[in-house]
């Protein structure tokens, strides 16, 4: 039995990552049916495989994880995260337990979710469980546009740690470029329902999100849903780089140029609504889903798997991170299972071909900002 990573995962697998990988080879070597996938450093669950005696119920044998890659400050996160947004606060505490209890480590969340505290109860748990500790888990979110100002972010900052309960975040990112008129709640809009601006620039906000890092509050900063162009100005002025660019991508909207342009600069992709978020607000009955997109299903067959899985499964291929939204215990732990199959570049090349500029997060409330990032190709 071999573990299945292509060379471009393989690369970028963390010493630890392998060093785990050398150990399950061994187990699975020495017979036992342990398959313990990646790791980044989880003694409990290290200890445990060689653990012959009672195992305590949250540790079964099949608890997988998933590998980590580094990013360009030398910190690594797992390749596969949970998804928060529009899981109801009543469900995402059970989500988010489910997912560590899966093997997850990764979670991702935002102040606009408006369900932090309820995510955080989730991590919780599982830390007072004694499944994880807080250093096994790689816990993102991200500072709201109506919070650019630079004197509001380290408030933001502390306010999503409260509901988190934290005393740290993994990585911070900007949500947007675009900047919203500040103090007016979360999506201010004048009497005709037209979205209100702030003239902050995020130049300025980023200076604001290192003294985060600089006061201890996160590990990391990004951004998110920024274009190539956005990202040259902000990588001239920066004294920390941003880590990852997290934006949508998917096989309809595979973002090949994007992905391009912040790989040669050392900036990792984490990858939006994978399945192009069949439960956006706005989805029409009739719009046609990936999940049950024959050209993946004729794919998935192929391997005895899911159109999910090959969806996750090329996105990580691709060297991106995909962060797939569930609140169903079943799907958070099928979507987990990709790392004992490989997808050949024939599929690859067939996965991109469905693309059709088929962006699902346009955001076009907030288009009259000068900061809007799609007015450009990529
Ligand atoms: N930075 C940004 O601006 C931005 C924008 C959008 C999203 N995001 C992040 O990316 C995450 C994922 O994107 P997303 O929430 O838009 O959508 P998504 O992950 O593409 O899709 C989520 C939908 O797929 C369903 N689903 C999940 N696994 C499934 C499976 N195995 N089989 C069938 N259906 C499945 C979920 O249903 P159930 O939940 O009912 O199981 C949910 O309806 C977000 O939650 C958020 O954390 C960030």
């Not at 036992?32 to 195992?55: K, T, W, Y």
């Not at 004197?151 to 990585?171: I, M, Q, S, W």
């Not at 900047?179 to 004048?190: I, R, S, T, V, Y």
């Not at 050949?344 to 996965?351: A, G, S």
Request: one cysteine or more; proline letters at 6%.
């Amino acid at each position: 039995m071999r573990l299945l990573l292509t060379p471009l995962s393989a690369a970028h697998l963390t010493v630890a990552a392998k060093a785990a990988t050398t150990e399950i080879l061994a187990l699975l070597g020495s017979g036992c049916h342990r398959r313990l996938i990646g790791d980044s450093d989880s003694a409990p669950i290290r200890r445990q495989s060689r653990f012959s005696g009672a195992v305590p119920h949250y540790l079964n044998m099949t608890t997988k994880l998933a590998p980590t890659v580094r990013l360009n400050n030398g910190k690594e996160i797992p390749v596969l995260g949970l998804g928060t947004w529009k899981s109801k606060p009543g469900e995402v505490t059970e989500a988010v337990k489910a997912a560590i209890d899966a093997g997850y480590r990764h979670i991702d969340g935002a102040h606009v979710y408006e369900n932090e505290k309820e995510v955080g109860e989730g991590i919780k748990a599982k830390i007072e469980e004694g499944v994880v500790k807080r250093e096994d888990l790689f816990i993102t979110s991200k500072l709201w546009n109506a919070y650019h100002k630079p004197e509001l972010v380290v408030g933001a900052c502390k306010r999503t740690l409260a509901d988190l309960g934290l005393d740290y975040l993994d990585l911070y990112l900007v949500h947007w470029p675009m900047a919203f008129k500040e103090g007016q709640g979360l999506f201010p809009m004048d009497k005709d329902g037209k979205m209100l601006f702030s003239d902050a620039d995020y130049l300025d906000t980023w200076k604001a999100m290192e003294e985060c890092v600089q006061m201890g509050l996160v590990k990391s900063i990004g951004v998110s849903n920024f274009n190539s162009e956005q990202l040259a100005r902000l990588l001239a002025v920066a004294k920390i780089k941003p880590v990852t660019n997290q934006i949508e991508v998917h096989p309809c909207l595979n973002q090949s140029k994007l992905i391009s342009y912040c790989k040669e600069r050392d900036i990792l992709v984490t990858a939006y609504s994978p399945f192009a978020s069949p439960d956006r607000p706005w989805a029409k009955p009739t719009d046609p889903s990936l999940l049950d997109d024959p050209v993946i299903k004729a794919i998935a067959d192929k391997y005895k798997k899911s159109n999910a899985h090959v969806i996750l499964r090329y996105l990580i291929q691709r060297g991106t991170v995909p962060i797939p939204k569930s609140v169903t215990p079943s799907r958070i732990r099928s979507n987990i299972e990709i790392f004992d199959f490989e997808l050949t570049p024939e599929d690859i090349k067939v996965l991109d071909g469905l693309d059709c500029n088929g962006r699902i997060c346009p955001f076009n409330e907030a288009k009259e900002s000068k900061d809007w990032p799609f007015n450009i190709e990529f």
